[in-house]
């Protein structure tokens, strides 16, 4: 039995999508286990580039079977959009996607309750995607979710959408003032999704479960990142799931037992989208630059996304709630041209120095992160593959980071195509 978590060690956007392809030549199974169209894992290969949201990124190796599984939320119009754009681009997904029939509809009201919900907290908005994720685990845990196994009879579909529709549009009409959904036109679009999403549909539990008995390989593929998880990220400003190491289990219906490794893939530096603190984030012309640098606008909202140093502290917490015993650096390149580099190793709150994630926002926001200035190499690491080949401060830089961490940088990824990445030795 064999499976491998891969999660996001910051604020998600650490380029998991890249990694996942890279790996997947060594796995059978690619499962997807939180979240669901607000992720923007994008692939790059052969001079294209693809943004997948819910399925797997191990979908470009025809022998890799790809799970979404119950712990997603799947918006069934963006899925089937998604499946036509690889079947146009010649990549067979009937026979190699699999949906958990236990996975939660997003439905329409779910975007529009997103939408207003976030109006309605003003400036502390949490700054979604507006995919209506929050909505969905909502109902999810409210027990009136609709699930991908209710598209397949009729009769119990229309039932669950008329009770959830009317309790909506109550909520819309009365707290929102927002006019009232059309029922029917809902039910006729959801009718229509069961013949399409019915070739994909099965029991994803049996599935991996037997995989793991045959001693098949699963890669369990984490989206957003562990800062952004619902208990250990920086709540309120998080995701509405799990996308740490211990979601992937509740996700998938795996045992932990069957766990053997933990990737984790962060940033050489740090970015967010959506609000909530950032401790070493930057501002004017310095943000600026990273961004540009490192083309950080959000692959699902396209909004820029905020930018900042590496920041160790909140690393330290990735790597002890997933229990990350590899790292994926990504992004090294985008470094390339600075003078030197500050790595946030410790906060100070008032007159206390610490390397502890603190537990609320409120403190969070109050930090200052104390730096280690690294000299930069100011040279192009661009597209190099031998771990020889980096110059030597940017060795020392890795060094630095894995040490501090004490967890092993394996991978470091030097541009967005696969070939672009350094096994580290
Ligand atoms: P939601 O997941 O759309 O509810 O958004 C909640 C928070 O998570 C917001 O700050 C989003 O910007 C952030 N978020 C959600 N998905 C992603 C992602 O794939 N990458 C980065 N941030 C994300």
Redesign the pocket.
């Known amino acids: 039995m064999s499976a491998t978590v891969l999660i996001g060690a910051q604020?998600?956007?650490e380029g998991k999508g890249k990694i996942v392809d890279l790996l997947s030549p060594q796995f059978d199974v690619v499962a997807r286990y939180q979240?669901g169209a607000?992720?923007?894992h994008t692939v790059c290969f052969g001079g294209r580039t693809v943004v997948l949201h819910q399925i797997p990124s191990g979908i470009f190796h025809p022998h890799v079977r790809c799970v979404i599984g119950n712990g997603v939320v799947i918006d069934p119009v963006a899925l089937l959009e998604e499946i036509r754009m690889l079947e146009s681009l010649g990549v067979r997904t009937v026979g190699r996607l699999f949906i958990s029939h236990m996975a939660h509809l997003i439905m329409p009201y779910h975007k529009l309750l997103?939408e207003v919900g976030e109006e309605a907290r003003g400036a502390e908005r949490?700054?979604?995607?507006?995919?209506g994720?929050?909505p969905a685990y909502v109902d999810k845990f409210a027990r009136v979710g609709i699930r991908v196994v209710d598209l397949l009879d009729r009769q119990v579909l229309c039932r669950k959408l008329r009770a959830n529709l009317e309790a909506k549009n109550e909520l819309l009409r009365r707290l929102y003032s927002r006019e009232p959904l059309d029922v029917e036109a809902i039910i006729e679009q959801y009718v229509a999704f069961d013949q399409m999403i019915d070739p994909y549909v099965t029991n994803t539990v049996e599935l991996l479960n037997d995989a793991l008995e045959q001693g098949q390989r699963l890669l369990l593929e984490g989206?957003?990142?562990a800062l952004?998880d619902v208990d250990f990220g920086t709540y309120p400003?998080?995701?509405?799931s799990h996308p740490t190491a211990g979601g992937a289990c509740t996700g998938l219906g795996i045992p932990p037992t069957a766990i053997r490794g933990v990737i984790g893939v962060a940033k050489a530096y740090t970015t967010?989208?959506?609000?909530?603190p950032f401790p070493t984030e930057l501002s004017g012309e310095e943000a600026e630059q990273l961004r540009l640098r490192g083309k950080e606008y959000?692959?699902?909202t396209g909004r820029p996304r905020r930018t900042g140093w590496l920041d160790l502290v909140s690393l330290r917490h990735a790597v002890r709630i997933n229990g990350i015993q590899e790292l994926a650096l990504t992004k090294l390149d985008v470094l390339d041209s600075l003078e030197e580099i500050p790595v946030c190793v410790a906060y100070r709150i008032g007159e206390k120095i610490t390397t502890v994630f603190p537990t609320d926002v409120q403190t969070l926001e109050r930090v200052e992160p104390v730096y280690e200035v690294l000299p930069g190499w100011k040279q192009s690491t661009a597209g190099v593959t031998d771990y020889g080949a980096l110059p030597e401060r940017a060795r020392a830089y890795v060094a630095f980071v894995s040490d501090w961490l004490r967890v092993p940088v394996r991978w470091i990824s030097t541009g967005p195509a696969r070939e672009q990445t350094i096994l580290c030795p």
């Open positions: 604020w998600g956007d979240g607000n992720a923007g997103d949490v700054g979604t995607t507006g995919r994720i929050g989206a957003q990142g952004l400003f998080v995701t509405a967010r989208v959506g609000n909530g959000g692959a699902t």
